[in-house]
């Protein structure tokens, strides 16, 4: 299972932290959170940013 929070990639304000099986699935939860709640489309900068910040468990 992998997973995302936006507070590790410096959202401070924001609790929201989302898992999935796949790395796709994943950054499609957190592409749709990122531009519904934060008003943000992901670039492939801001992908590969957050993709250092996912972690495997």
């Known amino acids: 299972m992998l997973s995302f929070a936006c507070h590790d990639v410096g959202l401070l304000d924001c609790d ?4 999935a099986a796949t ?7 957190v ?6 709640v934060h008003g943000v489309a992901l670039n492939g900068t ?11 468990s």
């Open 16 to 19: 929201c932290k989302v898992s």
């Open 23 to 29: 790395k796709d699935e994943l950054l499609a939860i």
């Open 31 to 36: 592409a749709d959170h990122a531009l519904k």
């Open 46 to 56: 801001l992908i590969d940013y957050a993709l250092t910040t996912v972690k495997s």
